[in-house]
């Protein structure tokens, strides 16, 4: 069964981090590509980094500087590193996998991330 897991998601103050995780199972994630995405209340979901199988590696503008994502095949996850949060990071993050970047062939369940002082 195809899985994708998120967690690493809490409340943080402003300029602090977290770290999130996507873990996969079912599949083989060396294969695919990864995306992060996010959704904020009352708004639509949009893309905030992706790498692809042969670590081409995308971030939106927001995000540029601030977040990092990677991939441990052997550990079949992926990470973001968010630094320097900012209130406007507040929303539910999700990983997606597909053949390529910004693909979502299958989604994980999302992990609150709220940024507030």
């Known amino acids: 069964q195809v899985q994708l897991v998120e967690s690493g998601g809490g409340l943080v103050q402003p300029g602090g981090s977290l770290r999130l995780s996507c873990v996969a199972a079912?599949?083989?994630?060396?294969?695919?590509?990864i995306g992060w995405f996010r959704q904020a209340p009352g708004g639509e979901r949009e893309k905030v980094s992706c790498v692809s199988s042969s670590e081409h590696i995308y971030y939106a503008d927001a995000v540029k500087g601030r977040f990092t994502i990677s991939r441990d095949n052997a550990k079949s996850t992926v990470y973001l590193q968010m630094n320097s949060l900012k209130p406007e990071d507040t929303a539910v993050y999700y990983c997606?996998?597909?053949?390529?970047?910004?693909?979502?062939?299958?989604w994980g369940q999302g992990t609150q991330v709220t940024v507030s002082s």
């Open positions: 997606a996998a597909s053949w390529y970047c910004w693909g979502s062939d299958y």
């Open positions: 079912g599949f083989i994630l060396d294969d695919y590509a």
